[in-house]
């Protein structure tokens, strides 16, 4: 982590911890930056390091101007918009970064060439296996974005059906009053309506857990 962002750290944190401040703000935020919420909370506590690139990102998300984290605020210092989108879970913008800090390199000796190979060849070939990690990490954030979005939309289908199980039980239990029918008809139609109403919280939970679960692949614990 560079020394700029050591020191611009605990402002960082302090002002991340006002943003998230109301109950489910952080679940939200975290949501709204493709992240675990779990990870982010670490955050919060202070037991994770975060970089800069994190930081921008939800300036970016939020609709919160440039540099906004970097100065200490109160409560009434955060921008309508910005409370809005956290609190509507709808970002302002997309994150694709990470949030993990990029640690300073150490200064070493250039190692000795090894069974014959040069130097400068071995820097080479490192330089290639970490662009192609960089590359695997790129596709991998992208088609996990992708499957989260997904269930995400399918999430809000379940959430807000176009028929209201409500009235479509009121409308059946109407028709059984209406119908001269015998006692089993009866209790089939009914336990339709409930097989209906518990299978679709049941299957609400499951997709809720999903897309917790792919949230969590590839952040820290």
């Given at each position: 982590m560079e020394?700029?962002?050591?020191?611009?750290?605990?402002?960082?944190?302090a002002n991340l911890v006002l943003l998230t401040r109301e109950v489910g703000a952080a679940t939200r935020l975290a949501r709204m930056m493709t992240f675990s919420a779990s990870y982010l909370k670490l955050i919060l506590s202070g037991q994770r390091e975060f970089s800069e690139e994190f930081v921008r990102g939800i300036e970016a998300v939020t609709g919160l101007p440039n540099g906004w984290m970097n100065v200490s605020h109160t409560e009434q210092d955060i921008p309508a918009n910005a409370r809005e989108a956290i609190d509507n879970e709808q970002p302002l913008g997309r994150f694709r970064g990470t949030a993990h800090p990029v640690r300073k390199k150490t200064v070493l000796r250039p190692p000795e060439p090894i069974f014959g190979q040069t130097g400068p060849a071995k820097r080479v070939e490192e330089e290639t296996l970490d662009a192609e990690a960089h590359r695997r990490q790129a596709h991998f954030r992208k088609v996990r974005d992708l499957a989260i979005q997904d269930v995400r939309r399918f999430e809000r289908h379940l959430s807000q059906a176009p028929v209201d199980l409500a009235s479509m039980r009121s409308k059946v239990e109407d028709v059984i009053a209406a119908a001269d029918l015998e006692h089993p008809i009866q209790a089939d139609l009914a336990?339709?309506?409930?097989?209906?109403?518990?299978?679709?919280?049941?299957?609400?939970?499951?997709?809720?857990?999903?897309?917790?679960?792919?949230?969590?692949?590839?952040?820290?614990?």
């Amino acid at each position: 982590m560079e020394d700029s962002d050591e020191l611009l750290l605990p402002v960082w944190r302090a002002n991340l911890v006002l943003l998230t401040r109301e109950v489910g703000a952080a679940t939200r935020l975290a949501r709204m930056m493709t992240f675990s919420a779990s990870y982010l909370k670490l955050i919060l506590s202070g037991q994770r390091e975060f970089s800069e690139e994190f930081v921008r990102g939800i300036e970016a998300v939020t609709g919160l101007p440039n540099g906004w984290m970097n100065v200490s605020h109160t409560e009434q210092d955060i921008p309508a918009n910005a409370r809005e989108a956290i609190d509507n879970e709808q970002p302002l913008g997309r994150f694709r970064g990470t949030a993990h800090p990029v640690r300073k390199k150490t200064v070493l000796r250039p190692p000795e060439p090894i069974f014959g190979q040069t130097g400068p060849a071995k820097r080479v070939e490192e330089e290639t296996l970490d662009a192609e990690a960089h590359r695997r990490q790129a596709h991998f954030r992208k088609v996990r974005d992708l499957a989260i979005q997904d269930v995400r939309r399918f999430e809000r289908h379940l959430s807000q059906a176009p028929v209201d199980l409500a009235s479509m039980r009121s409308k059946v239990e109407d028709v059984i009053a209406a119908a001269d029918l015998e006692h089993p008809i009866q209790a089939d139609l009914a336990g339709r309506i409930e097989q209906i109403e518990k299978h679709r919280h049941l299957l609400l939970r499951h997709v809720e857990k999903l897309q917790a679960l792919l949230g969590k692949i590839g952040e820290g614990d």
